[in-house]
T-cell receptor, first 111, second 112 residues
Framework: AQRVTQPEKLLSVFKGAPVELKCNYS??????LFWYVQYSRQRLQLLLR??SRESIKGFTADLNKGETSFHLKKPFAQEEDSAMYYC?????????????FGKGTLLTVNP | NAGVTQTPKFQVLKTGQSMTLQCAQD?????MSWYRQDPGMGLRLIHY???????DQGEVPNGYNVSRSTTEDFPLRLLSAAPSQTSVYFC???????????FGPGTRLTVT
């Protein structure tokens, strides 16, 4: 069974400080990892996915298969980054479209 | 494109009542799914569909039914509502590759 763990329910940082949202997973196959974000009163939306190795809104995430982690990082947090962040996993086999979500981390960036 | 739409936005039911949450998408996505979001629990998959006429159960399917008669629509039915079904419900859709799921605005359901 696949599982996604986000150990922090709440994370609070000051503006300009680095931020790291942790995500660990367990899966026996070849996973694809994603970060989704939900800003206040907005829809859940894709932030980034490991396969594209891109930086979105200053956020990056590297898949570490040895540590089974996909932590989300940003060197200088902004107040507009305050949101709920979900790490998600799916089987890369192609026939399985199901996403398994972690329980989410609520990030608050204080001025 | 309207994307993924959900109706209603809010609903209050009494225990035992039935209702249907509507979900529609205009992006010709093959894959559609229903999640419920509860505090401290994240998003949990209820049911999903990989195409018209094909549905399957997710992680928490009990108490819910779905059907997929068209590519566009994927309604979620509560046959006999229970207080444990108080939650925010999200519908999502994606292309077959599943790389990005597009979410609806959600339906906040309260069962008293």
């Amino acid at each position: 069974a696949q599982r996604v763990t986000q150990p922090e329910k709440l994370l609070s940082v000051f503006k300009g400080a680095p931020v790291e949202l942790k995500c660990n997973y367990s899966y026996s196959g070849s996973p694809e990892l994603f970060w989704y974000v939900q800003y206040s009163r907005q829809r859940l939306q894709l932030l980034l996915r490991h396969i594209s190795r891109e930086s979105i809104k200053g956020f990056t995430a590297d898949l570490n298969k040895g540590e089974t982690s996909f932590h989300l990082k940003k060197p200088f947090a902004q107040e507009e980054d305050s949101a709920m962040y979900y790490c998600a996993l799916r089987d890369s086999g192609g026939s399985n479209y199901k996403l398994t979500f972690g329980k989410g981390t609520l990030l608050t960036v204080n001025p | 494109n309207a994307g993924v739409t959900q109706t209603p936005k809010f609903q209050v039911l009494k225990t035992g009542q039935s209702m249907t949450l509507q979900c529609a998408q205009d992006m010709n996505h093959e894959y559609m799914s229903w999640y419920r979001q509860d505090p401290g629990m994240g998003l949990r998959l209820i049911h999903y569909s990989v195409g018209a006429g094909i549905t399957d159960q997710g992680e928490v399917p009990n108490g819910y039914n779905v059907s997929r008669s068209t590519t566009e629509d994927f309604p979620l039915r509560l046959l006999s509502a229970a207080p444990s079904q108080t939650s925010v419900y999200f519908c999502a859709s994606s292309h077959r590759d599943g790389y990005e799921q597009y979410f609806g605005p959600g339906t906040r359901l309260t069962v008293t």
